[in-house]
């Protein structure tokens, strides 16, 4: 199974009983937000008369994950998107990777980490149960299910109500895919959702960077090495120098203070040897 969720936008209410089961399970602090933010990781919008449930799209290959340089992003097999704050070195790298925006970093923190929604990985779906927003929803705007099931009933919903719905799936093929699928009956540029998004996976513009990245570090620490080998051995010609001019400068002391021995002829005549002076 792919897990996956369906928000049918023209059901949604605005009660934001998806916001408020999303923070009471996964500890955040209460209150009503207006953004996605690092304590807000799902909330409801409101444009063009349409409430809009913002939270992870769940991409089929996530960005996000591909270029973490820890592994704190990972897809599961389920489908969900997770991290795991403990490997986490805010490096930011996810926030700015991301084609939906959705990652957020905690500014306010001293020890600050990146955070988003994890579909309930952890704490439902690997017990088989579906998330906290989706179980909550009182009018089935926001569904749980297969993600091939859940394409099949968007694609029916819009065969049957041609003019209720734009013909379109939201997250079908936007970034290669995604977990999570809209349905709605105003354009999704006017909704706010990114019309810019590419269909192609992300992780495949990533890569063209990061498999550069080794070759880069090879080459600067080759060069590093080499500037590294020239100031020591600058240094130690330069130590060798100090070090002759120190002896040098030793012997001259020496020679100077040595006393000096007169050649000249004794004062007084020296008797030959078996004779007397005379």
Known sequence: MQAAILNDLTKCIGCGACAAACKQINNLPKGKARKLDADTWTFVDYRENTFIRRMCM??????????????ALRKTDIGAVTYDASR???CRYCVMACPFDIPKYQWSKTLPITQKCVMCFEKRLKK????????????GATLFGDRDALIGEA???????????VPHIYGLHEAGGT???YLSGVPFEKLGF????RDEAYPELTWAALSKVPHILSFGAAFLFGVSWVINRRMQLAAAGNNREEQETAGSEEESNRPVVSRRSPPFPVAPEGGESQ
């Not at 990114?194 to 998004?197: F, G, N, P």
């Open 155 to 165: 694609r029916r919903r819009i065969r049957e109500n041609p003019d209720r719905y």
């Open 128 to 139: 088989g149960e579906q998330p906290a927003c989706t179980s909550v929803c009182p009018t």
């Open 179 to 181: 977990s999570v699928l």
């Open 58 to 71: 769940h991409c089929l290959e996530p960005t996000c994950a591909s270029v973490c340089p820890v592994g």
């Open 88 to 90: 986490c070195i805010g």
């Open 194 to 197: 990114k019309a810019q998004v």
